[in-house]
């Protein structure tokens, strides 16, 4: 074996399951910038194409369930995968494929972003779709990352408070998921504050509020650096705990950007904190 054979290393690596984001800002563009920055490498498996930028969804068109089948079954094959993530998973037809793995334990590790309410409040899948999730893929999953919107499309009631979060953690936690965790970003106060719940202790995970409408993505990078924490090794409560000091930076960084007309992206490799972004074109060389 030659020397450079010998250095050779496999890097960690990760799996999104989820939409595209044509501006950037959220989805599989989102996760992979996240594995990226978390020091993991990023696999995909794309589950429906948007047309969007910083104000809305203009078009969406879900990719073909077998192609989403396909996608997996050719990363799995090939690479090993030590946490996934789902994400935007458009149909119930995607929502049952997915789960279809998760059932033959394809998944190492599995985080379940339930994308199931735009940031607008309107439902993204039909009542098929939802029941899905109920019914195979949250009780296949090590972790679902509900913020509040999704919280109520899952119990039908949205907290307004620490308290009922706490308690929707725990009416989650019946649902099959080995953990939870609530995303309490959308509550007002000088804090942003998550509930995590192992079934048997609450944690509360808070972070100063930062006061920025660039918060697009933030959801999924946070799903995202989680997965890369898992695929890394890390055990769920560590995972979860450094993913929330990476999202508040991610947050800080992206308030001082200027990015499109509406809500922009966060920033998730730290870049807009740094005095020096790239902006400058390089010197001539020549």
């Known amino acids: 074996m030659s020397v450079a054979e010998k250095r050779k290393k496999t890097p960690p690596v990760a799996l999104t399951i989820a939409g595209s984001d044509s501006g950037g800002g959220a989805g599989i563009q989102a996760d992979l910038k996240a594995f990226s920055a978390n020091r993991v490498f990023g696999t995909t498996v794309v589950t429906a194409i948007t047309a969007q930028n910083t104000h809305a969804v203009q078009a969406s068109e879900p990719v073909d369930p077998d192609l989403v089948r396909a996608q997996i079954r050719a990363v799995i094959s090939d690479f090993i995968v030590r946490a996934a993530k789902t994400g935007m998973l458009a149909t119930a037809e995607t929502v049952n494929v997915v789960a279809e793995f998760a059932d033959k334990g394809a998944f190492e590790k599995l985080v379940v972003d339930p994308v199931l309410v735009s940031s607008t409040g309107t439902r993204l899948l039909d009542k098929a779709a939802e029941n899905?999730?109920?019914?195979?893929?949250?009780?296949?999953?090590?972790?679902?990352?509900?913020?509040?919107?999704?919280?109520?499309?899952?119990?039908?009631?949205?907290?307004?408070?620490?308290?009922?979060?706490?308690?929707?953690?725990?009416?989650?936690?019946?649902?099959?998921?080995?953990y939870v965790l609530?995303?309490?970003?959308?509550?007002?106060?000088?804090?942003?504050?998550?509930?995590?719940?192992?079934?048997?202790?609450?944690?509360?995970?808070?972070?100063?509020?930062?006061?920025?409408?660039?918060?697009?993505?933030?959801?999924?990078?946070?799903?995202?650096?989680?997965?890369?924490?898992?695929?890394?090794?890390?055990?769920?409560?560590?995972?979860?705990?450094?993913?929330?000091?990476?999202?508040?930076?991610?947050?800080?960084?992206?308030?001082?950007?200027?990015?499109?007309?509406?809500?922009?992206?966060?920033?998730?490799?730290?870049?807009?904190?740094?005095?020096?972004?790239?902006?400058?074109?390089?010197?001539?060389?020549?």
């Open 182 to 286: 609530i995303k309490g970003g959308h509550l007002s106060g000088s804090e942003s504050t998550d509930i995590f719940y192992d079934g048997q202790t609450i944690l509360k995970l808070s972070a100063s509020r930062i006061q920025t409408d660039n918060t697009h993505g933030s959801g999924c990078t946070l799903s995202a650096a989680i997965t890369a924490n898992l695929a890394k090794g890390m055990d769920v409560t560590e995972a979860v705990k450094t993913a929330k000091v990476y999202i508040t930076r991610t947050i800080k960084a992206g308030s001082l950007w200027q990015l499109g007309l509406g809500h922009g992206p966060v920033d998730q490799f730290i870049w807009a904190s740094q005095e020096d972004m790239g902006s400058q074109p390089p010197e001539n060389s020549n």
């Open 132 to 178: 899905a999730y109920l019914e195979r893929l949250i009780p296949k999953s090590t972790l679902i990352t509900p913020n509040l919107s999704e919280v109520k499309a899952l119990l039908g009631k949205l907290p307004s408070n620490l308290e009922e979060m706490i308690a929707a953690a725990r009416e989650l936690k019946k649902m099959g998921p080995r």
